[in-house]
């Protein structure tokens, strides 16, 4: 059985494209409709063999999340921004560093507040024949996760890397719901055609 990502890469390059331009026209305003458009897009032209998948994320519940995420993240930037600017003529190193901590560490929480809406929005409006998943993530246990994992890549100095994604892989199925039946003898075989050598790749990369 075979899983298919259709129309091919070329439409969604350009639907990648077109969000692109229209990210900076809007100065990223626009970031939950282009993430909810692109992911629907994705999922309504995935198969695993004859099974459809669909994809209705609707970005209106994130807007007041990501506006809130957007304003905190000016606030963060311009304040701390301000205090480096002072310290860097000062030559206060202490300051610099602490300050680029401070940014790293709220500016992570700040996205995880709306990372963890954003997962639960997406994941939670997939159906695949009949069968409704449902992703509920609490944000205190997303960032302490993330924390967790940043701790374990700064420690092993990178090489815990296979673990953390092993990790993810791990939370994302613990907090996945599953609701509803397959027919799994009404699935057949992908009709579309499979790539004839190395997986697909040497025809990505346009080898020979």
């Known amino acids: 059985m075979r899983g298919a990502q259709t129309p091919g890469s070329m439409g969604y390059g350009w639907l990648a494209i077109k969000y692109f331009v229209l990210y900076f026209l809007t100065l990223g305003l626009i970031t939950p409709y282009a993430l909810c458009k692109m992911w629907n897009y994705i999922m309504d032209n995935k198969r695993f063999g004859s099974g459809v998948f669909k994809a209705d994320a609707k970005a209106k519940p994130l807007f007041k999340i990501w506006l809130m995420t957007y304003v905190a993240m000016i606030v963060v930037i311009g304040g701390i921004g301000s205090l480096l600017i002072d310290a860097f003529v000062s030559q206060n190193i202490p300051i610099i560093i602490t300050g ?27 159906t695949f024949e009949g069968v409704k998943l449902n992703f509920e993530m609490d944000v205190m246990k ?42 799994f003898n009404g699935i057949s075989q992908s009709p579309e055609t499979r790539p004839e050598f190395g997986e697909g790749l040497v025809e990505a990369f346009d080898i020979g």
């Not at 709306?114 to 929005?121: A, E």
């Not at 953390?164 to 994302?172: S, T």
Request: aromatic share 18%; with cysteine.
């Open 100 to 126: 680029y901590i401070l940014i790293f560490v709220t500016m992570s929480i700040v996205l995880a507040w709306f990372q963890t809406h954003l997962y639960n929005t997406l994941i939670s409006s997939v």
């Open 142 to 183: 997303y960032i302490l996760f993330s924390l967790k994992n940043t701790l374990i890549l700064i420690f092993t100095i990178g090489l815990g890397a296979p673990f953390v994604m092993q990790r993810w892989v791990k939370l994302f199925c613990e907090e996945l719901s599953i609701y509803g039946k397959i027919d």
